[in-house]
């Protein structure tokens, strides 16, 4: 009588063992699984699409998703448009003022009250939101790129051009920020916002130069960039195209971030007199002049610190939440 053959037991082909068997029985998963993702076709954005994003535009995936970002952004756009034309939400003069209606409580027309020189706060808080907003932005696009092309050139070449920028800068750090500002702002004389800019500038660059020095010499080590010199690329082309794309991220970071210090440092520096002087409309100005009469009237306080705090915060918000897009480590 013939031999009945043994039943086939399913798992003996896919159990995992010591033997060659288990390692071919996972190779021929593997392969099936390959081939069945080929038959589905790339995925959109994976290996094998043609469309793998970089670092930018995942940050961007991610920030899109992110709802401290929208936040953040929606509320800066809308700080922007009032400082570009402050006209369309508050169409008075902000330098008109009718000393009958001095430290006046809000009223029809004018919701936030009066100040003691009888101007409109509604109109002084709007308007004050340029003058603000463009030393933040004048000053760290100045600060960025000061402080990106010292720290990128000293973290590139290093040597004793690397060792005198990082004392320099160790002179810098060195300086207190409010007395800085007294020395510095105390001999200008003139009522436009370049002097504050300048001042900032000078103080803000050491600490981005020293985020770029580091970018720079972590990216310079990578081996794209040892293969583009061993083709014969030079420095400029190196630093341009190479270094620097991959660089900038962290650089982005610290300024988004240091732009709301920048606006609150303005604000201080007007606060105590030496930063923006009248006839400028400057939210530290209101608030110097209103903190003499902040029982009397506190609605002068209220409008001008709140309209600060919220754009600093803002831009500190913003300046997180761009960092945790851009740092692999948080993903």
């Given at each position: ?133 463009t030393v933040g932005l004048c000053a760290t696009a ?174 500190i918000m913003l300046g997180d939440a761009v960092r ?8």
């Amino acid at each position: 009588m013939p031999e009945q053959p043994a039943p086939h037991d399913p798992g003996a082909d896919t159990a995992v063992g010591p033997a060659a068997g288990g390692a071919m029985a996972v190779a021929t998963d593997d392969a099936g699984t390959l081939q069945r993702s080929l038959d589905q076709g790339p995925v959109p954005g994976g290996p094998g699409s043609g469309k793998a994003r970089s670092l930018w535009s995942d940050a961007w995936h991610d920030l899109r998703r992110n709802p401290v970002f929208v936040a953040s952004a929606l509320v800066i756009a809308f700080l922007l448009l009032i400082a570009v034309w402050p006209q369309s939400i508050a169409p008075g003069n902000p330098l008109s003022c009718d000393l009958a209606m001095a430290q006046d409580g809000p009223s029809p027309g004018h919701p936030f009250g009066f100040d003691t020189q009888g101007c409109d706060v509604y109109t002084r808080t709007v308007h004050g939101a340029r003058a603000s907003i463009t030393v933040g932005l004048c000053a760290t696009a100045g600060a960025a790129l000061l402080g990106s092309v010292l720290g990128g050139l000293a973290g590139y070449y290093g040597g004793w051009w690397d060792a005198l920028l990082s004392r320099l800068a160790d002179v810098f750090f060195g300086i207190p920020v409010i007395l800085g500002g007294l020395v510095f702002l105390s001999v200008v004389t003139s009522d436009t916002v370049w002097p504050v800019v300048g001042f900032i500038v000078l103080l803000g660059w050491p600490q981005i130069s020293r985020i770029a020095r580091g970018a720079v010499v972590g990216a310079k080590q990578h081996d794209y960039v040892q293969a583009a010199r061993s083709l014969g690329a030079g420095h400029t082309r190196l630093l341009l195209r190479h270094i620097a794309p991959n660089a900038v991220a962290p650089v982005i970071v610290v300024a988004t971030i240091a732009l709301g210090t920048y606006i609150a440092l303005e604000a201080t520096l007007s606060f105590i007199g030496v930063g923006l002087r009248p006839p400028t409309v400057s939210w530290g100005i209101d608030i110097s002049n209103a903190s003499t009469q902040i029982r009397n009237a506190p609605h002068m306080l209220l409008w001008p610190a709140g309209a600060l705090s919220i754009t600093v915060l803002s831009f500190i918000m913003l300046g997180d939440a761009v960092r945790d897009a851009l740092d692999p480590k948080l993903r």
